[in-house]
Structure formats: structure tokens, C-alpha cells
């Protein structure tokens, strides 16, 4: 590669590489770091296994000496293209659109970050820029976490202003839902259901099961466990069952049911954690659970406010969807500011308006300017 593509093209070419989750990323990975290395970006690849033995890579991108400035934390991997008779990886582009997998979640947002930092002198910086591309985003982000651990670029100094650029309109967005999980297990006995001597652990967990029918309409009526801030404003409780796909001839020896709440601030998660861990002590069932805080940025902060200014909304909006701000939050201010509509991102026909990815790459060549440059 001689030059760098423009944003329509890198967008493009990023939707050629099939980077859906399941596999590894390497291809994206190597043609993207070409990229930056070219651009001046000192780049740190880091490698890891991912959950199905895949080698996965996120890449840490700085241009620019010194500390604070701004940083644009992407993804490069996408969901699976569903049908594949509509070619997910043949972008198109018809009537201003940009169709294709990850044309909005986030190739098309990926493509103006680089792009946008690839136009800056270095010698103009007086404050870095860092591009952050991670992995499984869409599985669990494990890319994310795994940069946390591992990034040296980052031990040594984060961005102070940084955006998540997930698909919101141009909306500057400055809080969304966060997770728990919560897992509950029943252990009972294998056997052959014509010996009658198995013990089922669907039955065991059955009684359980029932209260967390009752659990699901009490959590969207009770006012404890609603967020107004947030459409909708309620918890989204969710529950999947697993017994190992036992064969019905066969007593199901474990059992394991997890349930999600999506945590928002001052939503009651801790008594509602409690009541579903309580209803699991009382039937003899294990049970452990994790929980993820929202991401919350103060009306106030700085990024937010630039994010206002250059797009003319007077306030920031809210999501009930998460992004890697979670993990990200602790160290640099975020907002959440990306080209696409949520509801394009993952459907078979994805698609993104072409205009959306120029602003975008306008946009975040603004921030820079504002927090990278004198």
C-alpha cells in the first residue's frame, strides 16, 4: 500500500475482511497497523487466545510524545453476517449508504478515526493521539480487558479525553447500562430414564425457575429498580437455561441458569441481586455472579461539552446498550459518539449513511484539534 485510503474507501475495504468474532482478526489487525505505521502512529500489537482457541490481536496506537490529549477506543470484530445470499462483504453503495457487515458497527466509524489521525503532522501535536482497536467486542469484551492488562503504552500515560465511537446518530451520548450476571446451578444425577434412578436437575431448579417468573414483572413495576434517565427504564431481566442439551431419555445431571440485568445508576441492582441470590439459597442451589458498573459521565465534563459544541445539541442523550466504556471509564473521560443508527447495527442489509462517516471523520478531526494541538 503506496497511500492511505479516504474514509469511504477505508471503509470499504475494512467490510472486505471478514472479521466477525468467531475467527481470528489477524488480517484486519496486519492491514490496519500497515496503516498507522505508515501514518507515524507508534503501534503496540497485542496477542492473545480467544475464548474458541482463535488468535485474536488488539493494537494500541500512538502519535505523538507526551501525556494527556485524546484517544478513540474501536472494535474491529463484528457479529456473524446472518444470511449470507446478501454479501456482507461486498460493500455496496446505494442511495447515500454505505451497506455492508460492520458498516455501522464500526467500520465505518473505525475507518474516519484513522483516517482522521492519519491527516495530523506530528510535529503539530502537542498532546498524543491514540487509536485503541480491540477484539471480541461483540462476545464479551475480552479485547478490552485484555488491553487494560497488557497495554504498556497506556500504563505509561492515558489520553485525559477519549470517544467510543459505537453507532449513536452524531448524538453525543453520556451514559448507558452496564451488566450483572448472575448464575445459579443445580447439580442432580445422570442415569437413563428407564432405570428411574437419575435425579433431575431441571427439576430441582424448576422451583427456582418459577420465582424468577415472578421476579420478571416485579422488577419492571417496582419503582426501586427504575431509571427514568433511560428508555426504557427498566432493568431488561433476562434468563437462558442450559442442561448440556441432555437427550430426553436422560436425567440431566447439571443445570445452569443465567440471568442479565442491565445495571443503570440508583436502580436497585444490590436488592435485586439479593432477592435472586436468597431464592437460590433457599432451594439448595450454587449460585455466583458478577456485575458490571454503567457507564455515567458527568453532564459537565470536558469531552462531553466538546462533543456538544461541535455538533450544536444542548445536552448528551443516554443509551440502553453498552460499549468498552466500561472498562475504559476508570481512566480517561468518554463519550459515546459514533456515525450510524443502533438499530442498522447487526441485520442483515447493515448499512450506514455515507454522509454520517464524513461528518464523523470531521468531527474527530475537531477533538483532536481541540485537545491534541496548540
Known amino acids: 500500500m503506496d497511500t492511505i485510503p479516504n474514509t469511504l474507501e477505508l471503509a470499504k475495504e475494512l467490510i472486505r475482511i471478514d472479521s466477525t468474532s468467531q475467527r481470528s482478526n489477524f488480517v484486519i489487525i496486519d492491514y490496519i497497523q500497515n496503516i498507522l505505521e505508515m501514518a507515524g502512529f507508534a503501534v503496540e500489537r497485542l496477542i492473545y487466545t480467544g475464548e474458541n482457541g482463535e488468535s485474536k490481536a488488539n493494537l494500541v496506537a500512538k502519535k505523538g510524545n507526551g501525556s494527556g490529549g485524546f484517544g478513540i477506543f474501536c472494535h474491529s470484530d463484528t457479529v456473524p453476517p446472518g444470511d449470507e445470499a446478501w454479501g456482507p462483504f461486498d460493500p455496496q453503495i446505494q442511495n447515500g449508504r454505505l451497506i455492508g457487515r460492520g458498516s455501522c458497527d464500526m467500520k465505518g ?11 495530523i503532522d506530528t510535529a503539530e501535536l502537542s498532546n498524543p493521539y491514540y487509536i485503541v482497536i480491540t477484539a471480541d467486542e461483540e ?44 448464575f445459579v446451578t443445580a447439580q442432580g444425577k445422570a442415569a437413563h430414564t428407564s432405570t428411574d434412578q437419575g435425579i433431575s436437575a431441571n427439576f430441582l431448579i424448576a422451583p427456582f425457575l418459577a420465582e424468577m417468573a415472578d ?48 445495571t443503570m445508576p440508583d436502580d436497585g441492582r444490590d436488592i435485586a441481586i439479593d432477592m435472586i441470590l436468597q431464592a437460590a439459597q433457599k ?68 448499512w450506514v449513511d455515507i454522509e454520517q462517516i464524513r461528518m464523523a471523520e470531521s468531527y474527530y478531526s475537531q477533538l483532536i484539534n481541540r485537545f491534541c494541538l496548540q
Not at 474516519?112 to 492519519?118: C, K, M, N, W
Not at 485525559?160 to 448472575?182: F, M, Q, W, Y
Not at 431509571?227 to 436425567?251: A, H, K, L, Y
Request: aromatic content about 10%.
Open 109 to 119: 466509524a473505525l475507518a474516519a478515526a484513522i483516517v482522521a489521525g492519519t491527516n
Open 139 to 182: 462476545t464479551g469484551m475480552w479485547g478490552a480487558m485484555h488491553v487494560l492488562a497488557e497495554s504498556n503504552i497506556l500504563k505509561q500515560s492515558w489520553p485525559n479525553n477519549g470517544v467510543v465511537p459505537e453507532p449513536t446518530s452524531l448524538i453525543p451520548i453520556r451514559a448507558h447500562k452496564g451488566a450483572a450476571r448472575i
Open 283 to 350: 432451594h439448595g442451589l450454587e449460585s455466583r455472579h458478577f456485575v458490571v458498573e454503567p457507564f455515567y459521565a458527568s453532564p459537565d465534563s470536558e469531552i462531553l461539552q466538546a462533543a456538544l459544541d461541535i455538533t450544536g445539541y444542548e445536552a448528551g442523550a443516554t443509551a440502553p446498550y453498552g460499549t468498552e466504556a466500561l472498562f475504559y471509564q476508570d481512566y480517561v473521560n468518554l463519550v459515546i459518539f459514533g456515525p450510524g443508527d443502533i438499530n442498522q447495527a447487526h441485520t442483515v442489509g447493515e
Open 215 to 262: 421476579l420478571a414483572n416485579f422488577f419492571k413495576s417496582d419503582a426501586r429498580f427504575i431509571n427514568d434517565e433511560f428508555q426504557p427504564p427498566t432493568n431488561g431481566f433476562n434468563m437462558v437455561i442450559d442442561d448440556g442439551g441432555c437427550n430426553p431419555n436422560v436425567t440431566p445431571a447439571k443445570t445452569i441458569c443465567t440471568m442479565s440485568l442491565r
